[in-house]
């Protein structure tokens, strides 16, 4: 019993020892996530091995471990900006992105854990300006926003190449101008839309009036072939047709043969 104590002591300070190496050597990457390892007396950081999956491994107590997110992440951005006639406009963005897996190691070692503020926001920042220095207030407002979000995204993807970054998307959520310029645009697309509508009308009277004419015009030269048509036997033949169908009918007359003008029949009766 005496000597317990002794023998206890150097396994007791042992044990923690053994856990404290345990516990510095574990390492779980989350879900997600990739592990860039750090070999302190092994070269630095690894760059020609793949990163370390998700899961749980040891490493030596004495190297450590730099996890990333391997997500789509997105971060979103304020700017102010000049336009191509230097009024300030405000563009409020968002872009998609996530770090090259397989060159989690360079993008440690060159750009280091905060490479988001390093790399991607100076980039998104610089493709802005250049893009929307190109277009006026009018153009950015109305029918260039789709057009200068695909320009901002080609521009911000040819600077982040060979930056170990994977650029997915740049959305632009809103362009603000200064009220007055908004204004202005506003009542100038108010009164070509008004220009637009009035010549449209103007456009459809002259059609109608034409219209009118070809039709007025059509019926003039039907007219003017019956006209020519028309011959006084041909008017005695369709006359006496047309009295003996009216002989045929029920009421009592008096048919006079040859009394009319140009010797067509008269016919004398009660209704």
């Known amino acids: 019993m ?18 404290i190496v345990l516990a510095k050597s574990a390492v779980t990457i989350g879900s997600g996530e990739g592990g860039v390892l750090y070999r302190t007396f092994g070269g630095g950081v690894v760059t020609d091995e793949p990163p370390l999956e998700e899961g749980f491994h040891i490493i030596a ?9 391997v997500r789509q992440q997105e971060i979103f951005e304020n700017m102010k900006v000049l336009s191509s006639n230097g009024l300030e406009i405000q563009i409020d963005a968002s872009a998609w992105y996530q770090p090259i897996y397989g060159d989690l190691g360079k993008l440690h070692q060159q750009k280091g854990e905060d490479y988001l503020q390093r790399v991607i926001q100076p980039a998104i920042r610089s493709a802005a300006r250049s893009v929307v220095g190109r277009y006026t207030p009018e153009q950015l407002y109305s029918s260039k926003r789709d057009a200068i979000q695909e320009e901002i995204f080609a521009e911000t993807k040819k600077i982040l190449d060979n930056q170990y970054i994977q650029l997915n998307e740049v959305l632009v959520r809103d362009v603000t101008l200064p009220p007055t310029i908004k204004d202005a645009i506003e009542r100038k697309l108010r009164q070509e839309q008004e220009a637009l509508e009035y010549e449209f009308r103007i456009s ?23 006209s020519a048509s028309l011959t006084d036997k041909i008017l005695q ?3 006496i047709e047309a009295t003996l169908e009216l002989s045929k009918s029920g009421n009592s007359k008096v048919v006079v043969i040859g009394s009319g003008d140009s010797g067509l029949p008269i016919i004398l009766g009660n209704n």
């Open 2 to 19: 005496d000597k317990f104590p002794k023998i206890g002591v150097p396994i007791i300070v042992l044990i923690i020892i053994l856990i």
């Open 61 to 69: 107590p004495w190297n450590k471990v730099f996890v990333y997110e």
């Open 204 to 226: 459809k009277a002259q059609k109608e009036a034409e219209r009118q004419i070809i039709e007025a015009q059509g019926k003039a030269d039907a007219n003017k072939i019956l």
């Open 237 to 239: 033949d369709k006359g």
